[in-house]
Nanobody, 116 residues
Framework: QVQLVESGGGLVQAGGSLRLSCAAS????????MGWYRQAPGKQRERVAG???????NYVDSVLGRFTISRDNAKNTVDLQMNSLKSEDTAVYYC??????????WGQGTQVTVSS
């Protein structure tokens, strides 16, 4: 049974930083893509950043230059360093993992609140 466990959310003032971490466990198969989505109250879930196993990265435009995704393929972990946080970054952040020929797996979500 695949599990994704997230950590690192919390409350921070605007301009501050947080680091989210996610660890996947429960299978021997390699993960194709890992990354993060977020969902703010009343809004649709949006993909924030994703990273393939060979290092290809995508970010949503609104976080370019502020967020950095990193990944350890050997440990099946993915981190999201979030700097210069804004109130509009407030959301529940969800880690995801895409395995070959399997449905996407999701973490339980971690709350990030940025106070202005």
């Amino acid at each position: 049974q695949v599990q994704l466990v997230e950590s690192g959310g919390g409350l921070v003032q605007a301009g501050g930083s947080l680091r989210l971490s996610c660890a996947a466990s429960g299978t021997i198969f390699s993960i194709n893509t890992m990354g993060w989505y977020r969902q703010a109250p009343g809004k649709q879930r949006e993909r924030v950043a994703g990273m393939t196993s060979n290092g290809r990265i995508n970010y949503v435009d609104s976080v370019l230059g502020r967020f950095t995704i990193s990944r350890d393929n050997a440990k099946n972990t993915v981190d999201l360093q979030m700097n210069s946080l804004k109130s509009e970054d407030t959301a529940v952040y969800y880690c995801y993992a895409d395995y070959p020929k399997q449905p996407r797996y999701w973490g339980q979500g971690t709350q990030v609140t940025v106070s202005s």
